[in-house]
């Protein structure tokens, strides 16, 4: 029988290995809106160190990438098994932080820090595996892929579909390490986030029932929006393995008009759309945009030909959705040693892309608690990281 990844350290160094990792991980300020590149040269020159080559998948103006390095016998082309992990974390600003966001703080019992549950904890982890592995005794390669922008909607995992799809046959499945307490998740809602603009004229309040209100249009989209949420709960389609077994509209933001004695001239709206798997996430966005530009924006151009509507997709994460019973998944859950049926999540993830899009069978499955992410004084438990080395050490790819 085949056995866990063999190391060059002892589990106390490599835990030690780890920590180091994740406060140097920590360090970068890898926020969306900002480059990761920092990060991913210090991922490569860790990885070079033990002899494991890394290739850059770059962004349009080469200022984030992806990174993608194998371990073990992949000569053939084989990536194996796939440890996904994004390298972006969320903004800090206007949160209450007891000390530093960037600068890793250990206590007895957690590792506090931004990114640390979302999900440098998990990168850290993989890293104090690769970078002390014989992966000269391999006999099934550990792939590492490390992506930009996840949280503003997947966009680096998105831009590596087509390099994923070519992998088919030479890759057995993927792990993406989001914090889920290390249960084994498969399954969770789609979501997307879509941009509303009205235009109307500027006018004097005096002429407002001869002008297109941009706000009251906006409003109406919303009162459609709730139609629809209220078709969703009462004839879905319905998935009870979540909490709120059907999809969802939520208008998050409006922002429109000057002052009470003008008529609005613009009036912006975002609303995010949470679909469970198998309810076409896109059919309901169309309805939404059949609604704004045809029946709302006839009514405004009845009052002024200057009128306009504006539809935009500011982001898509893919609803994701395997069989628990699947030979991936299984094949985990013995591994692991998982004692409890696998579980369901609301939040999103870069699984939807990698399944139902380049075709690997994948679970969501890393340290800490989302509950955590994102949030000031960020953490994750140092028991949960010793389960997370534990967990990969024991894949039997020796």
Known sequence: MPSGIPLRCSDSDLYTHMLEILERLVEFDTTSHKSNLDLIQYVRALLDGNGIESELHWNAERTKANLVATAGPGSGGERGIVWSGHTDCVPVEGQSWSSDPFTLRVTEDRAIGRGTADMKGFIACCLAVLSTADHARLTTPVTLMLTYEEEIGCVGARH??????????????????????????????????????????????????????????????????????????????????????????????????????????????????????????????????????????????????????????MSDTPSFDIEPGHEFVQFLQNAFGGTTEPAYVPFGTEAGLIWQHAGIPTVVCGPGSITEAHTPDEFVSLDQLRDCLRRLRSLPLA
């Open 160 to 313: 590596l579909v087509d390099e994923m799809r070519s992998w088919s046959g030479r890759v057995q499945g993927c792990i993406v390490g989001e914090p889920t307490g290390l249960e084994t998740v498969v399954g969770h809602k789609g979501k997307q986030v879509h941009r509303f603009t009205f235009v109307g004229e500027p006018k004097h309040a005096a002429l407002a029932a001869l002008m297109p209100n941009t706000i009251t249009s906006a409003a109406a989209l919303v009162t459609h929006a709730h139609s629809l949420n209220e078709g969703f709960r009462s004839t879905g389609p319905r998935d009870d393995r979540f909490d709120i077994g059907h999809s969802w509209i939520n208008v998050g933001h409006i922002q429109g008009g000057l002052k009470p004695n003008i008529v609005p001239e613009l009036c912006a709206m975002e609303l995010e759309i949470r679909n469970v798997p198998g309810h076409d996430i896109d059919e309901i966005a169309r309805k939404l945009e059949r609604h704004a530009l045809g029946t709302l924006l006839d009514e405004m151009k009845a009052k002024s030909e200057r009128a306009e509507v504006h539809a935009e997709r």
